[in-house]
């Protein structure tokens, strides 16, 4: 299959960071978070084309990444605290790769398809909400960072 078949087939949208998404699950089960009640969980598709990036942001929930097929995804995680990048890359299990990854709450987020298209899911707990989600680039003192632990991610700015 084409991304485009994948896009199409999964009624997939434009997200705001770059690629294709839909949601796929919403709890109706609702728990507290530090901003509001939040369901307990949701999950996406999500597809990056390979022209496409997930550009840096953060989350205020834990994001499990789920490889589901296409190419490998390439997934950063970068903790703003302790300044550590760490590399994930998302594929079917074998070799170096894995088909799971964790991102935690907090943690400054971005991927990039290594190949024509990667389709993974992505389930967030407590529940995904817009209002809990920020681009890196809107943060305060976030080019202080650029020189200490995101070289080679620059571009996802």
């Known amino acids: 299959m084409q991304a485009r078949d994948i896009i199409r087939r999964l009624s997939l949208q434009p997200h705001p960071e770059g690629g294709w998404y839909r949601e796929i699950h919403r709890s109706a089960v609702r728990v507290q978070a530090p901003k509001g009640a939040r369901s307990a969980v949701t999950t996406i598709y999500y597809l990056l084309e390979q022209a496409q990036l997930s550009r840096w942001h953060v989350v205020d929930a834990d994001e499990i990444w789920h490889f589901y097929g296409g190419a490998p995804l390439e997934l950063a995680a970068y903790d703003p605290v302790s300044r550590r990048l760490t590399r994930h890359v998302l594929d079917a299990p074998g070799g170096a790769a894995e088909p799971v990854a964790v991102v935690s709450s907090g943690f400054w987020q971005a991927a990039r398809s290594l190949g024509e298209y990667s389709l993974v899911g992505c389930s967030v707990g407590p529940g995904f909400e ?20 995101l070289q080679g991610w620059e571009g996802l700015l």
């Open 130 to 149: 817009f209002a809990d989600f920020r681009f890196v680039s809107s943060l305060a003192g976030y080019e202080d960072h650029l020189a200490h632990g």
